[in-house]
């Protein structure tokens, strides 16, 4: 359904991560070495994951259609 093909194919998400971590390493001139260049993409990863709290939007209804679809196959936790 509409809900479902436009939370997988959205690119919104991986485009805004992207231009988090380029904001990052685009103020560095040179890296040391590849592990600098590691350790800060995976520093910066992290504090972006900390923005990433808020729900994906139509989030119960897509995920009740994927239950519906693939009936049996997703584990639903409702407690």
């Given at each position: 359904t509409k809900s479902i093909r436009k939370m997988i194919y959205?690119?919104?998400a991986v485009e805004g991560y992207h231009r988090q971590v380029r904001?990052?390493?685009k103020?560095?001139?040179?890296?040391?070495?590849d592990?600098?260049?590691l350790k800060l993409v995976?520093?910066?990863t992290r504090r972006i994951e900390k923005k990433w709290s808020s729900p994906?939007?139509?989030?119960?209804l897509t995920?009740?259609?994927l239950a519906i679809k693939f009936e049996g196959r997703l584990k639903l936790?409702?407690?």
């Amino acid at each position: 359904t509409k809900s479902i093909r436009k939370m997988i194919y959205t690119t919104n998400a991986v485009e805004g991560y992207h231009r988090q971590v380029r904001k990052v390493t685009k103020t560095k001139g040179a890296f040391t070495s590849d592990m600098a260049l590691l350790k800060l993409v995976y520093l910066a990863t992290r504090r972006i994951e900390k923005k990433w709290s808020s729900p994906l939007h139509n989030w119960g209804l897509t995920v009740q259609q994927l239950a519906i679809k693939f009936e049996g196959r997703l584990k639903l936790d409702i407690n």
